[in-house]
């Protein structure tokens, strides 16, 4: 397994499908560190963001210096989408609505090519979707990104390492990495 | 000669009866179960030689239960084949190896192959 933010870069570029397993006490700062490292080495990128709203995100970004207009972002959290439309490079979407998120971002995968995909998190959807509905969106999400050739990237808590939804969610990445 | 027992574990109700019916037309002897936790409640009282296994299911998928039936020393020996519509990549296909799995069967099923591999699988 891949530890450390060299070594979990080294992976993503190495595999096209990794499932990232992130600190539970420092899961926001550690990824935002790994995204400044990633928006240096790829051009664009596309954020789906399952556990917070693209404006604390990007708030986040700007104290990080992390380049935002590489991403672009699909948002499940902001309920307002005006909100979102004020950004060019954001779309919201209702995070229940799993047939409408998969076709967005199948959508925006072929409109924007993306470089690398981050799904953040599947876990967090287990709060309102059963497990095996989130499996099949994750398996239908890298159907599609395989056909496009992107990266996917799907951060987790480490803590839920030896949870039935990441252990099912393993068989369909290439790499499991730790940051 | 003594007739061979098959538990056919899917969520789907379309698929359950169509590959029941194909089975029990073949001489087997058929159990269902809607889910995991079925499946492993069941278990004891059907002790089949082979369960066919669907991945995506509610409460408990089917790698779920898979481990929990190789955790129990009694069914050692029962076979297992994957019937799913998931694209395992390597390392799904090496926790595919570790769960002792015979086969994988690719959805949507096709009942002649469904057929053969089961002949094969009970055959090994």
Redesign the interface.
């Known amino acids: 397994m891949s530890k450390g933010l060299d070594k979990v870069g080294k992976s993503i570029e190495e595999n096209q ?1 990794t499932l990232l397993l992130v600190p539970g006490e420092s899961y926001n700062s550690s990824l935002l560190k790994l995204f400044k490292t990633l928006s240096k080495d790829y051009s664009r990128l596309l954020y789906v963001a399952l556990n917070r709203p693209v404006s604390k995100i990007i708030g986040d970004f700007k104290k990080y210096r992390i380049d935002e207009k590489k991403f672009y972002f699909i948002d499940t959290i902001t309920e307002d989408a005006s909100l979102c439309k004020k950004l060019k490079n954001c779309e919201v979407v209702a995070a229940n609505d799993l047939v409408e998120l998969s076709l967005k971002v199948g959508n925006t995968v072929s409109k924007k090519k993306p470089d690398v995909v981050i799904v953040d998190s599947f876990h967090t959807m287990e709060a309102y979707q ?4 989130i ?2 969106l994750a ?1 239908d999400l ?2 599609k990104l395989d056909i496009s050739g992107c990266k996917g990237i799907f951060p987790t808590v480490r803590a839920d390492r030896d949870a ?1 939804l990441t ?2 969610m ?7 990495a730790e940051l | 000669m003594v007739q061979k027992k098959i538990m056919v574990v899917d969520d789907e109700p379309d698929i359950v009866k169509s590959v029941s019916n194909l089975l029990e037309k073949q001489g087997y002897v058929v159990t269902t179960a809607r889910n995991g936790v079925e499946c492993l409640k069941k278990l004891p009282k059907s002790k089949p030689d082979l369960i066919l296994m669907d991945f995506f299911m509610p409460e408990m998928s089917g790698r779920e239960t898979i481990v929990k039936i190789r955790e129990k020393p009694a069914y050692d020996k029962v076979k297992i084949v994957f019937m799913t519509v998931a694209d395992f990549r390597e390392r799904g296909m090496q926790n595919v190896k570790q769960l002792r799995v015979s086969a994988l069967i690719s959805k949507p099923l096709s009942m002649k192959q469904l057929t053969k591999k089961v002949l094969e699988v009970l055959r090994e």
């Open positions: 499908i059963d497990k095996a509905v499996t099949r398996h890298i159907a039935p252990k099912d393993e068989m369909f990445v290439d790499n499991v």
